[in-house]
């Protein structure tokens, strides 16, 4: 309890393990009653020095890490990192392999959407309706499976195009699941649009109006459903989202109502471009020869991801490996906005109010340093990072020497 308690003032903390997180992350919350006056965030909990390693490894090698970044979203960040390189390298990637990108993109954000309703409908127990939508879930990433390999981090992209093209099985295949899921997601925009009591917990909850979303700078469906019209694939169009049209779905309700109605519609249209994709889906080649050592300069590059608008900088100095590269995830650019949705709100909309923006901590966090025992920060190297969580791990009584002797045994 701190100074205001003669007002019932309690801070709490929420994480960084709570069974309302899916992820670790750190939360401390000043309630009055139940009523929250302030939330601080402190991020920082999944310390994977992902850019610091892509410093020290090949761009091809980089390309696999940073599908790492996010397993929802793998295809976006692996496509944003691609288009960086090619850019610098002055690539002309293949309009089919373009086009192959954009479908296993919209796929993409057909299984993470499907994946944020169900979680929402948990957070809310509404638990029917989870099970209904990661049912469907197995319909996409089944489909994903059948056309590059893996349900996810799919390891499609490489730089100058994709590794693998798709034939007219294929293709009848995702027509096939699109019709599926489209059914599927009919009902679901009914459910958001008649059950009531879904519609009663979840409207006025987590307000963040207009002004607040540009000034905060949120990106993606948390964006859009305050009314904020922004969305790259239309208005800075990349792979082959010049050629095929995007409609974007806005709402002003400025609540988790209106994120939820925002997704279930994006839904319906990632199927219509799925459609438009293989329609259109040009003959030719799908990959280019890339140098192995790409020439000096920087690029940024940018990808609506399934969460908003994933930003990713590339500086090359003419050798096989980046000398520089930084990430800005959505939810970097989204995190900042709860603490506002949750002004003067009850403790028990915390964990839809964060759910609402459909948080990837992962994505988020980034460390490239350590301080000293003069508290003084320096620059480690990869190798230094990793004894260092050794080092960690074995004050903890972890000794990674013995758990993989232990791991050998077993499989012999």
């Known amino acids: 309890m701190n100074k205001g308690h003669e007002y019932g003032d309690v801070k709490i903390p929420i994480g960084p393990q709570h069974p ?32 610091k390693a892509c410093e020290e490894r090949s761009y091809i090698q980089d390309m696999y890490l940073v599908e790492r970044v996010c397993g929802i979203c793998s295809h976006a960040h692996s496509t944003c990192f691609a288009q960086a390189v090619e850019e610098i390298a002055g690539l002309s990637v293949p309009r089919r392999a373009l086009y192959i990108r954009t479908l296993v993109g919209e796929l993409e954000r057909i299984h993470s959407h499907l994946l944020w309703l169900g979680v929402a409908g948990h957070e809310v127990g509404f638990d029917t309706l989870l099970m209904y939508t ?66 009663t917990r979840l409207s006025g909850v987590g307000v ?26 239309k208005y800075d169009p990349y792979a082959a989202y010049g050629e095929i049209p995007v409609q ?48 000096a300069g920087e690029a940024v590059s940018r990808y609506e991801a399934p969460r908003g608008e994933d930003l990713h900088y590339v500086r090359a ?10 990430f800005r995830a959505p939810t970097l650019a989204n995190l900042q906005s709860v603490s506002k949705m949750l002004e003067d709100r009850y403790l028990a909309d915390l964990p839809i109010v964060i759910a609402a923006i459909d948080p990837c901590f992962s994505c988020t966090d980034r460390m490239i340093g350590l ?15 990793r004894l260092s969580g050794i080092a960690w791990y074995k004050k903890q009584g972890i000794d990674f020497k013995g758990l993989n002797k232990k791991f050998a ?3 012999s």
């Open 208 to 233: 963040l109006s207009h002004e607040d979303a540009v000034r905060l700078g949120t990106v993606g469906p948390t964006a859009r459903a305050s009314g904020v019209d922004r969305d790259v694939r």
């Open 371 to 385: 301080k000293d025992d003069r508290r003084k920060k320096k620059l480690i190297t990869w190798e230094e990072l």
């Open 20 to 51: 309302a997180l899916k992820e670790p992350e750190s939360f401390l919350i000043t309630l009055r009653g139940e009523k929250i006056t302030s939330i601080s965030i402190k991020i920082g909990y999944n310390h994977r020095g992902i850019e």
């Open 409 to 411: 045994s077993l499989l």
């Open 248 to 295: 974007t779905f806005t709402n002003t309700r400025n609540d988790v109502y209106g994120r939820t109605l925002v997704r279930v519609l994006e839904l319906l249209e990632s199927c219509r471009i799925i459609r438009l994709v293989l329609k259109n889906l040009p003959e030719g080649p799908v990959l280019v020869k890339a140098p192995r050592k790409i020439p």
């Open 134 to 199: 990661w049912r469907d879930r197995e319909v996409v990433m089944d489909i994903l499976a059948k056309l590059t390999g893996n349900r996810v981090n799919y390891g499609l992209n490489t730089i100058g195009g994709v590794r693998r093209d798709i034939n007219a099985g294929q293709v009848k295949e995702v027509l096939k699941a699109v019709d599926i899921l489209e059914e599927r997601t009919k009902y679901y925009i009914q459910v958001a649009q008649e059950e009531k009591t879904l519609i």
């Open 317 to 326: 100095n003419g050798t096989e490996k980046p000398e520089r590269v930084k």
